[in-house]
Structures are given as C-alpha cells and as structure tokens.
C-alpha cells in the first residue's frame, strides 16, 4: 500500500479543526443567554442545532462520498463551515445563531464520515488503530484549548489593547457581544483549510466492503434488528451525556455558585476536554487487560459518582467533579461502537452510518435538560443525565458480542 504520510498529519489538523469548532459551545452558552435573554429552554436549541445535523447527514454524507469522492465533499464541507461561522459573524442575532450552527453542524457531520477511512488508507491498515487514537488526541487537544482562546477573546476585544488581529475584531464585533469573535476565527480557519486542502491531491478511497454504506431497503431492514436498537441507544446516551454536561457546566458554576463563565466556567469545560483526552489514553490499556464490558462499567459507576458530587457539592468540589467526569466518559464512545460492531456479522458499513446518526442525542439531551432547568431548576435538569448514564452503565451487562475485545492475558474470544 503507498502510504502518505502527508494526507495523515492533514487528517489530523482536520480532527483537531473539527474539534475546535464543535466543542465551543458549552463556553459560549452563558453569553448567549445574556447576550440575547434567552431562557434556558431556548438556550438548549444552540446544541440542538448543531448536532441535529448529524442524524440528518450521517447516511447520506456516505452516499455522497460514494459518488463524488473525498475531496469534494471535504472541501463542500468546510465551505459550509465558512458560510455558517460567516453568517452568523455578520448577523449576530438568535435567529441566525440557529442557522449558523446547523450548517456548521452538517458540515462536521460530512467530515466525520470522509476522513476516517481515509485516514485508515493514507496511513496504511496496520497503522490504523494508533493513527485513530492520535486523531483523537488532536481532537481533545483541541476542545481543551478552544476554551482558552474563548476567554481570552473575550477578555481582550474591546478592552484597549491592540495589536492586527485585535484591531480588526475591535471594527467588526459588536459592543456587549466580544464572543462573536470566535465566529470570525471559526470562519479564517475553515477559509484557510479550504485554500490547504485544494491543493493536496487526495484520491478516491477504495472502500472496503464492511465500510461500504447501503441504502434503501439494507437501511430499513437494519433499523429493525433489535441489537442495532439497543445500540443505536447507546450512542445516542453517551453523545447526550458528553454534550449534555460540556454545555451546561458553565451555566451551572455561575448560576449556583456564582462563578465566572469566563474565566472559572471556560477553565472547568477546558479540563472535562482535557481529562476525557487523557481517560481515552488510560482506556487503551485497561482494555488490554479487561474485558471492554467491565470497563464501560467501572467508568459508568465513577462517571454517576462524579456527576453525583458535582451537582449537590460546593463550588470546590464541582470544579473538579464536572472535569472528572470528562475522564469517566472517555472510554465510553470507543467501547459501545465496538460492541455494537462485534455484535453484527456484516453490514458494518451500513451500521457505522447508522451509529453516527445517534449522534443527535447531542441535540437532543442538552436541550431536555434546558428545558426542565426552566420548570423546576438547572441542577434538576442535569439529573436526566442519570437515565443516559444509567443505560450506558446496563450496556456492560446485557452486550454480547460475537467476539470480545483482545485482551494480554486472554486473547481475542469469542462472545
């Protein structure tokens, strides 16, 4: 296999872009509750809108790619990037926010589905498994970082200090709303990517035919077996989870223990991103040890105590409590999409796409959660994250895969 070792670090950059532009909306929710008087309930439509472009274009992304190739619809994906930070940027007001972020959203989505097995090409087969784990390195690097740029942007637009960037951020950004600022830099970087990838000869991958994704009636066929289901439930739960306590973790410090979402909010999402990077390290060598059940079940029981502490603890504790459970949750996303691949002989392609339009529990859990915190308080709103921890924690009772994960002192078995 001529491998490219080029294309690999440019995967990369796109994993940490990709990242950088999805992961930023647990900071900036407290702004744009002050910034255009939301409730909390209307709040929640900021994720909603965002991830539920994922269950509308998981499928199809894979049908276009199919037809067009990868470089296409990667650059198509990055152009809608650059349309919706743009729009949003020059029309700073809710209504647009929501458009925005739906087409930002349709467009990580695309990118989702592009890059892996292009990436499994570019580095070669056998380098798959650790390239991927790097990729999610670059990933959580990059939510751990952007909510540092965040703060600063905030801190800095407006406030009297100059230099280039400042100077132009200072013309374009309204008064009262410095973290518009960030939509002109999710706009720069998804224009310069666009200029990079355009000129990287990228060539049409050859799928293989568990990669391959179906339509018609392989789709509907598959959305009734009971395992795709129960699967299905998991991502969706896990996916909830993650953006469910990401986006509402600043909210929360301010409003019980009157903390600053822009410096003391920014730095306890900035450590969920970055203890759930390193829990995905740790996780790699638990499940050469442990069976992947075991460990999606130690890490579901911490992840409930962690949550636990982090709702009804002091401001202490929360700010630790909230980046633990980052560090619980990391193993969660790799072990279910592997059960559930192991528990089907074929169609893994087809499956795949299905799995990654569960990712619209990211949509829906952190707007359920707003919607309740209106009713009857935030911190109860966040208590729905029991149900979504609570089947993620029954998964590692009732999986039973075809073949087990390999492990040093038991080999790979059979389910």
């Known amino acids: 296999m001529n491998r490219r070792p080029y294309l690999v670090v440019l ?3 796109i994993f940490f872009v990709i990242s950088f532009l999805t992961n930023i909306l647990g900071p900036i929710i407290p702004d744009l509750i002050s910034g255009f008087n939301l409730s909390l309930g209307l709040a929640g439509f900021i994720p909603f809108s965002f991830f539920i472009a994922y269950g509308v274009m998981s499928v199809p992304a894979g049908l276009l790619i199919d037809r067009f190739s990868e470089k296409p619809v990667i650059l198509l ?14 029309f700073p007001v809710f209504s647009v926010a929501l458009i925005s972020l739906f087409l930002i959203g349709i467009g990580m989505a695309m990118l989702q589905v592009a890059i892996n097995p292009l990436l499994r090409e570019a580095g070669g087969e056998a380098e798959f498994a650790f390239n991927s784990v790097l990729a999610q390195v670059f ?15 905030v801190r800095t637009v407006h406030s009297g200090e100059s230099n ?10 309204p008064h009262g709303l410095n973290w518009i600022s960030l939509y002109w830099v999710f706009a720069f970087t998804s224009l310069v990517m666009i200029a990079i990838i355009s000129r990287v000869p990228i060539r049409k991958v050859k799928l293989e035919d568990n990669e391959k994704i179906e339509s018609g009636k392989v789709i509907f066929r598959l959305l009734k077996n009971k395992t795709i289901q129960l699967y ?13 306590i990401a986006n509402w973790i600043s909210k929360f410090l301010q409003t019980y223990h009157g ?26 060598l638990l ?9 999606l079940i130690g890490f579901s029981l911490f992840a409930l105590i962690s949550l636990t502490t982090a709702l009804i603890g002091p401001a202490g504790w929360a700010v630790i ?36 339009t569960a990712i619209i529990g990211g949509a829906v859990v952190p707007l359920l959660i707003g919607l309740i915190g209106d009713l009857i308080g935030l911190r109860y709103g966040m208590m729905v994250l029991y149900l979504t921890l609570g089947y993620i924690f029954s998964i590692g009772f009732w999986a039973r895969p075809l073949i087990t994960n390999s492990t040093v002192l038991g080999g790979e078995k059979e389910g």
Not at 139 to 153: H, N, T
Not at 164 to 173: E, H
């Open 287 to 295: 499940l050469k040890v442990a069976d992947s059940r075991k460990v």
């Open 232 to 244: 299905f439930a998991g991502i969706f739960a896990y996916v909830g989870t993650e953006q469910g």
């Open 321 to 356: 409590a909230f980046p633990a459970c980052g560090f619980f949750l990391s193993v969660m996303w790799s072990v279910i999409f592997s059960l559930a691949l192991n528990s089907l002989p074929d169609h893994h392609g087809t499956f795949s796409g299905i799995l990654c």
């Open 11 to 13: 995967i990369l950059i």
């Open 259 to 284: 903390l600053n979402p822009e410096t003391a909010g920014a730095s306890a999402v900035s450590g969920f991103w970055g203890l759930l990077t390193v829990g995905c390290l740790l996780g790699l």
């Open 164 to 173: 280039w960037v400042l100077d132009f951020l200072n013309r374009v950004v």
């Open 77 to 90: 994906s990055f152009g809608l990037a650059f349309a919706g930070a743009m729009l949003f940027a020059l």
């Open 139 to 153: 990933f959580g690097g990059a939510s751990y970082l952007s909510p540092w740029l965040y703060s600063y942007l």
